[in-house]
Nanobody
Framework: QVQLVESGGGLVQAGGSLRLSCTAS????????MGWFRQAPGKEREFVAA????????YYADSVKDRFTISKDNAKNTVFLQMSGLKPEDTAVYYC?????????????????WGQGTQVTVSA
């Protein structure tokens, strides 16, 4: 079992930056591939980014590639999502996810563990 707690959301103007954090407890983050998903109002939850257990392999949705960076600090059991060049269409609740398999699998099939979500709002 692992518990995930996100932080770092907020309101930012278009073109601005935010950094989300997700801290895992219960089992160490090095045991899990981790990722971020988001859900905008009226839309389905979608994949944003994933990172392997070691942190050496990353995946991104095309919509955020070159703007978002996922990273991991296994010593702190924390995964980060650095978001820059934010657009109004990035507005959503962002959820952290953990999976005991690979980051490649998490991208397609989220794991069983979810955080509570953190709101990101980008104003035009």
């Amino acid at each position: 079992q692992v518990q995930l707690v996100e932080s770092g959301g907020g309101l930012v103007q278009a073109g601005g930056s935010l950094r989300l954090s997700c801290t895992a407890s219960g089992r160490t983050s090095s045991t899990y591939a981790m990722g971020w998903f988001r859900q905008a109002p009226g839309k389905e939850r979608e994949f944003v980014a994933a990172i392997s257990r070691s942190g050496g392999l990353t995946y991104y949705a095309d919509s955020v590639k070159d703007r978002f960076t996922i990273s991991k600090d296994n010593a702190k059991n924390t995964v980060f999502l650095q978001m820059s060049g934010l657009k109004p269409e990035d507005t959503a609740v962002y959820y952290c996810n953990a999976d005991s398999g690979t980051a490649g699998r998490l991208k397609l099939h989220p794991g069983d563990y979810w955080g509570q979500g953190t709101q990101v709002t980008v104003s035009a």
